[in-house]
């Protein structure tokens, strides 16, 4: 069986949030996921983007609106598998299961964002299933959450739960480690 690259909504939308005064987790995500990425080319990997279409007009993942366009450093190449998703998880009602299986891919590599919403739904979904993932911790997107009871949780704090969630699902790693393997 085989190794894809499954690259979770990095999409303008999440850059446009950070600019916007909601920082995330690791700052140098973008660059982790473009090395990882580069990586896959080059060895003749599978890649599969994962890009989130909001049905709402007004939301800045809605197709029509530019910023649900991928991040220029992670555009698609010709060949490169794109599912467009409406909800969280990049398995389910998108055709991404059946792309993988039929394709032998059972090990998937994921980076992305949101790492607490679409990346976790995502690679839980795909523990489930039984695909053996790796989620690439440097290159994950996370922003901070308002607690019920008002508190902010910083976006830090928020991916460090995720990935320790996470853990039951999928091997976690840091984008040096995918690159060497």
Known sequence: MGTALVVIDLQEAMRD???AGNPWANPG????AVRVLAGFRAAGLAVVHGH???TDPADEFHPDNPLSAPMPEMVPLPGEAVVVKHGLSGLISTGLKTLLREAGRDRLVVPGGEASMCVESTVRMAGNL????TVVADALINFGRRARDGREISPQDVLDMTLS???SFARIV???EVSAA
Do not use: I, M, Y
């Open 29 to 32: 995500a973008v660059e982790a």
């Open 17 to 19: 949030t950070c600019d």
């Open 174 to 176: 840091e984008s040096g």
């Open 130 to 133: 039984g695909f053996k993932t």
């Open 165 to 167: 969630n996470l853990r």
């Open 52 to 54: 989130h279409h909001d």
